[in-house]
């Protein structure tokens, strides 16, 4: 993206870091308007953590997935994925790995210490080494968590006799596991039978007092008619239908038999439920859970009655987890030790090609408290003069040589981020010449890693190595002005290069230099 100082580039990094939430306000909405709207698309396939979020918020990851930003006059904002209205916090999290534009998101990354070891592990694929040391890590963890509230429980020997008489309390209901669901289910049927008992002995009296005899008879009768072949079908259904309804009769009274619990058998189900019921709203929503509150309380009678036993077995548990835990942190540690010079290397060839000679990049390596990291603490420090000792990231350089050494650090570090599309900002400031040609070509190179680069750039060099060429140019109305943004074709971005070559004056030597720039962009 190029164009004259003032005609709106500001603009467009003003609008992609507001898409990415950062502060909005109202200063960015034009005069006599009431709102701003910011959108733009983006292609999320390639980003895990942004997928996953999206489907765990209920969206389908597409081919493109629209986001917009609604700043209004009053102050608020809306966000919206796809135009529907979401949380910013959702929003966010969504483009956190998708946009850095250089001078603004540095600090979330490369000048955050915090960050170092995590972007370390990430260049060394120490995946299986770091997942021994989590592991390890949380059990260690979690003993010693159980040993500080412990530590911290003021019980006394009247809690003792309560937690005691809970126990008993469980103990002495003699729980089995589904129990409850089975009385229940026997609850349920005997209210059932219950309420069709009525019914059920009407229709016995009906059967037995009147149709049973008359059925019979009836069968009988039917079955003593002389037969012949339009007889004989009539005779069966008759006989088929009586011998039907007379065994559909003893299947009511077995059912009726089968659930023939007296009254002594019910009280004592429904006292029994009832108890369950108790124990439930005391200790757990389930028989399993007021076992597992049994086992906790029994626990924390021991803690009490048995202190010292108790604190001295868990110190045991604790020494053993840890051990377990140095043991792999060791290890980690002496891995990345040995192998963080790759990244040290990696990262000087790129300071040379940037025409650094005298920078050295080196990973430092200090004692931490345990962590789910291990026991280093990882920086990253910089020395751009020779002699001179390595200093933070945040204390080093300046100007054209802090531009350098960011574009150097990013060709590694923006990988390893997830970061999909980078922004630079006029980085090209206070560089010119030789070192111009070398970020152009880097940025070409990173271009070609699977990542979106833009640049707005004052230097002929770098705008002739990209793959589109954009202008931003503004133009004066009665209404106001605006800043528009063209892609520009072959012929114009030959005189656009020219222009920036040559200044106000468009020369023929100036348009030739322009072509052999463009001849020598691989990408077109």
Known sequence: FTGETGAGKSILIDAISTLSLTRASSTLIAKGKDRAIIEATFDLHSDPHACKAMEESGFDVNDETTFTREIHANGKSVARIDHRVVTSSLMKDILLNQIDVHGQRDTAYLLNTGRHIHLLDEYLKDDDLLNSVKDAYMTYDALRKEKQKAEQETYNENDAEFFMYQIKEIEDAKLKIGEDEELEKNEKQYKLIKDSLDKLNSIFTLYDDHLSSDLYDFNKQVSSLKTDASLEAIQTTVNDSYYAIDDAMQQLHSYLNGMDMSEEDINTMEERLFEIQRLKRKYGRTIQDILDKKEELQNQVDSITHRQEYLDALNAKIQKAYDVYHLHACELSAFRKKESHRLDEEIQSHLNDLMLPNARFVTSFTDSEPSLYGDDHVE?????????????????????????????????????????????????????????????????????????????????????????????????????????????????????????????????????????????NSNL
């Open 380 to 520: 990253f420090l910089i020395s751009m003069n020779q002699g001179e000792d390595p200093k933070p990231l945040v204390k080093t350089a300046s100007g054209g040589e802090l531009s350098r050494l960011m574009l150097g650090l990013k060709i590694i570090f923006t990988h390893l981020q997830g970061i999909s599309t980078v922004i630079f900002d006029e980085i090209d400031t206070g560089v010119s010449g030789s070192i111009a040609e070398k970020m152009a070509l880097i940025m070409q190179d990173m271009g070609r890693q699977n990542r979106q680069v833009i640049s707005i750039t004052h230097l002929p060099q770098i705008a002739a190595r990209g793959i589109a060429h954009y202008k931003v140019y503004k133009e004066d109305t009665e209404t106001g002005t605006n800043s528009y943004i063209r892609l520009l074709n072959n012929d114009e971005r030959i005189k656009e290069i020219a222009n920036m070559l040559s200044g106000s004056t468009l020369t023929e030597a100036a348009l030739n230099n322009a072509r052999a720039l463009l001849e020598g």
